[in-house]
């Protein structure tokens, strides 16, 4: 692939539910010629021209799909960018939603949304390394390499795996919320991650 990787953003939309953190998930519509028609993943996309910068894009795209106001996310700060096999440099930004909350689908982007607890996720029995065969489209050479590829297990009638799966994992090694409670959490959280630009709602 010739170039430089394009720029996007997802949000990593944290909540409390039933007195646990949980991340917020999508699953993509169905849609002929997307390579990531029906995944799972984190509401985002690709940075547009009018977007002031990558917060911006994981915020607005955030509203677009699943209709969570901008003002109503608490930011945290963001990850370190992850480059996919699509060739994008995707920045994971953290932020705090409340919840319950009226989310308003974009059908055409997002067939559902469902949670996940950090409690679970964080367990090594839900998810395991698997190996697949790269990419055609990677410049790679004969024979082709095998890529490992994170799959946890079903969860509420869905798989996590792929980018979506590897960004998961990096947050939680990240905050290491082994053994946490909510208190030491949200502590963690805003020790450990890059905080955002300008921003001050978390000091």
Same mark, same amino acid.
């Given at each position: 692939?010739?170039?430089?990787?394009? /720029?996007?953003?997802?949000?990593? /939309?944290?909540?409390?539910?039933?007195? =646990?953190?949980?991340?917020?998930?999508?699953?993509? &519509?169905?849609?002929?010629?997307?390579? $990531?028609?029906? *995944?799972?993943?984190?509401?985002?996309?690709?940075?547009?021209? @009018?977007? +002031?910068?990558? !917060?911006?894009?994981?915020?607005? =795209?955030?509203? =677009? =799909?699943?209709?969570?106001?901008?003002?109503?996310?608490?930011?945290? #700060? +963001?990850?370190? /960018?992850? $480059?996919?096999?699509?060739?994008?440099?995707?920045?994971?930004?953290? #932020?705090?939603?409340?919840?319950?909350?009226?989310?308003?689908?974009?059908?055409? @982007?997002?067939?559902?949304?469902?949670?996940?607890?950090?409690?679970?996720?964080?367990?090594?029995?839900?998810?395991?390394?698997?190996?697949?065969?790269? &990419?055609?489209?990677?410049?790679?050479?004969?024979?082709?390499?095998?890529? /490992?590829? !994170?799959?946890?297990? @079903?969860?509420?009638? @869905?798989?996590?795996?792929?980018?979506?799966?590897?960004?998961?994992?990096?947050?939680? $090694?990240?905050?290491? !919320?082994?053994?946490?409670?909510?208190?030491?959490?949200?502590?963690?959280?805003?020790?450990?991650?890059?905080? !955002?630009?300008?921003?001050?709602?978390? *000091?």
């Amino acid at each position: 692939m010739d170039g430089p990787p394009k /720029p996007a953003a997802v949000l990593l /939309p944290l909540l409390r539910r039933e007195g =646990e953190w949980h991340l917020l998930y999508i699953r993509r &519509s169905e849609r002929k010629r997307d390579r $990531h028609s029906g *995944q799972v993943a984190f509401p985002g996309g690709r940075v547009e021209p @009018e977007d +002031r910068d990558i !917060v911006h894009t994981a915020l607005r =795209e955030t509203h =677009e =799909e699943v209709g969570i106001a901008n003002e109503h996310v608490r930011l945290l #700060g +963001r990850l370190r /960018p992850y $480059h996919t096999i699509t060739h994008y440099q995707v920045t994971p930004v953290v #932020g705090v939603i409340p919840w319950p909350y009226p989310l308003q689908l974009q059908r055409s @982007e997002v067939a559902r949304t469902f949670t996940i607890p950090l409690r679970w996720l964080g367990d090594p029995r839900n998810y395991e390394l698997r190996h697949r065969e790269s &990419s055609p489209q990677l410049p790679l050479p004969e024979p082709r390499p095998e890529i /490992p590829v !994170v799959y946890y297990d @079903e969860y509420d009638g @869905e798989t996590l795996w792929g980018a979506t799966a590897r960004m998961t994992l990096s947050f939680l $090694h990240t905050v290491g !919320v082994d053994g946490l409670d909510g208190a030491q959490l949200d502590g963690k959280l805003r020790e450990v991650l890059e905080p !955002v630009d300008g921003d001050t709602r978390w *000091q």
